[in-house]
């Protein structure tokens, strides 16, 4: 199946710092996805972006398909932002990276 | 109802004991998904329903995993003979039409804990 890493594993902020978390994919997919897991357990989608730059308030996705990585960027981090980041690629169902753990510390 | 729901939220079984699971997903949403979560671990892809169509069970690790859903609404997922190694959070999702670039609604997850 589908690679899907994901970089740092883990990561500590000052609040009000910001952050870039990075997602690799082993091969070419429709599209991929950005998830937040709160600390109890609650997953939300942030993004949907199979390319291109989106921005939803203080976070941002970029994809670049072509080399198979995909970015998000932190602005201005909040203490409500502490969870895990996964990032997960579609080929017939999605595939899910191990997330990235953040911290942010008051 | 407004979101995915799970129950139970917690289960705590003996090994060797069958188990049921069941999700409710948004009302209209006409894919489902089943997840595995082990401990500090991304999610796991166990099962995909998709309308009226045969389910994906490609991702079941055994075939004492299996799931259902009737109707096209609820779905049960069944672990049968349970092992300590089924310890996880199963977690489901909806989208509106499965599609690639659906958005995936998450339930809050069932714990599940095989003594």
């Known amino acids: 199946g589908i690679q899907v890493e994901q970089s740092p594993p883990d990561l500590i902020l000052q609040e009000g710092a910001n952050s870039t978390l990075r997602c690799n994919f082993s091969?070419?997919?429709?599209?991929l996805q950005w998830f937040h897991q709160n600390p109890w357990g609650q997953l939300i989608n942030l993004f949907y972006i199979p390319s291109g730059t989106k921005q939803n308030g203080r976070l941002s996705a970029t994809t670049v398909a072509t080399e198979r990585y995909s970015l998000l960027y932190i602005s201005s981090s909040q203490t409500t932002d502490s969870g895990v980041y996964f990032c997960?690629?579609?080929?017939?169902?999605?595939?899910f990276g191990t997330g990235t753990r953040l911290t942010v510390i008051p | 109802g407004a979101g995915v729901s799970q129950s139970p939220s917690n289960k705590v079984t003996e090994k060797g004991k069958d188990v049921e699971l069941r999700c409710d997903p948004i009302?209209?949403?006409?894919?489902l998904y089943w997840y595995r979560q082990s401990l500090g671990q991304g999610l796991e892809f166990l099962i995909y329903?998709?309308?009226?169509?045969?389910?994906?069970k490609s991702g079941l690790p055994s075939d004492r995993f299996s799931a259902e859903r009737t109707g096209g609404s609820v779905s049960t997922l069944t672990i049968q003979r349970t092992q300590q190694e089924d310890s996880a959070v199963y977690l489901c999702?909806?989208?509106?039409?499965?599609?690639?670039?659906?958005?995936?609604?998450f339930g809050p997850g069932t714990r599940l804990t095989v003594l």
């Open positions: 009302s209209g949403h006409t894919a």
């Open positions: 091969d070419s997919v429709n599209n």
């Open positions: 999702a909806s989208t509106l039409s499965g599609g690639a670039g659906d958005t995936q609604y």
């Open positions: 997960a690629v579609w080929a017939n169902n999605l595939f």
């Open positions: 329903f998709q309308g009226n169509s045969a389910p994906d």
